[in-house]
């Protein structure tokens, strides 16, 4: 029984919407970030990055205030502008391959804290904590938690309906996305709203968990002030069927003092191999991983399927933990060892072929997708996915939609 709130959100005007809004600020290289810093003044980046102009060096409190300081400007020059009344929001994004749809609403603390709205992913206490500052600083987010719920017909049709009426905002962007926005404001609708996600249960976490206990810790630290926006985070709500999951492949940069033919005959105790040479080989299904080493891929097959106690144990990025990687690499910490990284898999194997063939590292791990079935297992066991397992879309544009603090 979840609870989802309509809120007074912050957007820019209808003219400016498409000018506005950016993709996450860590997307941009230096080139395209300085362009959009240089010629695009009503860019949301400027928020974000209000030391530019000045290429100014700062601590961190300085730049949080720095960053309010610029968002109000922007409200004062009437680039964005609040709503009057709470509202929700339906928010379709148009890819080359794929139409995500969500709603856009408040998602309650309380139901975060009790578990009914779950997670699969581990938090760091450090980017919680920096997160949490940078809320209390600025005073708003952006970046909404995405948060899948189980397919429902009635929100369906509901939307399909929706959806046929005249949007907000549409708008195209330089990466050929396409997005609508339609406000949803009328009492009726809201209420319908409120009560079948009330009717619908548990909700999942896909992408956003360092944010979500951000504002769970900003709300316990403040809650005394009695300031009702800290209850709250903003959400963005969609069909599981509707989010699409990415692998992250793996790159390692030594094979630990092991020989090429010393490696393989390691890794034959888990996995049927076959070598595919110079084919483009990927993952067909799970239990499968490919691997590419020396100029050549291969299928790596497990041999063994049925020896899991656990939703964690028979997740594929774990069975190349604990096959491959912790013994035989020698890689026992995936967040902070230096000789591993990752790709995900929304690019190209060529990437992986490309980066080893350059020599900086010795072999690839391509993997194959996890599945919303498998996240929803180990979130309903209180299971922690190993970093790095999920590249989830739809990604929300900052500076769509801002709920204030």
Avoid: C
């Avoid at 010629?39 to 980046?45: A, D, K, T, V």
């Avoid at 928010?91 to 139901?111: C, L, M, R, V, Y």
């Avoid at 996995?271 to 100029?295: R, S």
Wanted: charged share 25%.
């Amino acid at each position: 029984m979840a609870k989802i709130i309509p809120f007074k959100a912050v957007r820019p005007t209808l003219d400016k919407v498409s000018l506005v809004t950016s993709r996450s600020y860590d997307e941009y290289s230096a080139a395209e970030l300085a362009s959009q810093l240089d010629f695009n003044p009503f860019s949301f980046l400027h928020v974000l990055n209000p030391a530019y102009t000045n290429q100014q060096k700062i601590g961190l409190e300085k730049r949080f205030k720095l960053v309010g300081q610029k968002y109000n400007d922007f409200k004062n020059e009437k680039v964005l502008i609040k709503e009057e009344q709470p509202v929700f929001y339906l928010h379709e994004i148009q890819s080359k391959n794929k139409i995500f749809t969500g709603i856009i609403a408040g998602i309650s603390i309380d139901d975060y804290q009790k578990n009914i709205i779950k997670k699969h992913e581990d938090t760091l206490q450090y980017r919680v904590e920096f997160f949490k500052d940078y809320l209390h600083q600025t005073g708003f987010n952006t970046e909404p938690v995405l948060i899948t719920y189980p397919d429902n017909e009635d929100l369906n049709s509901w939307i399909q309906t929706k959806k046929d009426q005249n949007s907000l905002y549409e708008f195209s962007t330089t990466k050929k996305e396409k997005h609508k926005l339609w406000r949803i404001d009328d009492a009726i609708e809201i209420n319908w709203l409120q009560n079948k996600f009330d009717e619908i249960g548990d909700l999942y976490i896909a992408d956003g968990h360092h944010r979500s206990a951000s504002a769970e810790l900003l709300f316990e630290e403040d809650k005394s002030s009695g300031n009702p926006n800290l209850n709250h985070f903003m959400s963005f709500l969609i069909a599981e069927s509707n989010v699409k999951i990415y692998e992250y492949n793996r790159i390692i940069r030594d094979l630990n003092n092991y020989s090429k033919p010393d490696f393989l005959n390691l890794l034959s105790n888990y996995f049927w191999i076959k070598n595919k040479g110079q084919e483009l080989w990927k993952p067909t299904k799970k239990f499968e991983f490919g691997m590419y080493l020396d100029q050549e891929f291969y299928s790596l097959t497990l041999k063994d399927e049925n020896n899991f106690n656990s939703a964690l144990e028979s997740l594929d990025s774990q069975i190349l933990y604990e096959t491959v990687l912790k013994p035989i690499l020698g890689i026992i910490d995936l967040r902070n060892d230096e000789r591993i990284d990752y790709i995900p898999g929304n690019q190209s194997i060529v990437t992986i072929k490309e980066v080893i063939d350059e020599g900086e590292f010795e072999v690839g791990f391509m993997l194959f997708p996890t599945e919303v079935s498998e996240i929803k297992a180990l979130a309903d066991n209180n299971l922690i996915m190993p970093p790095k397992s999920t590249y989830i879309e739809p990604k929300f544009r900052s500076g769509l939609l801002i709920y204030e603090l």
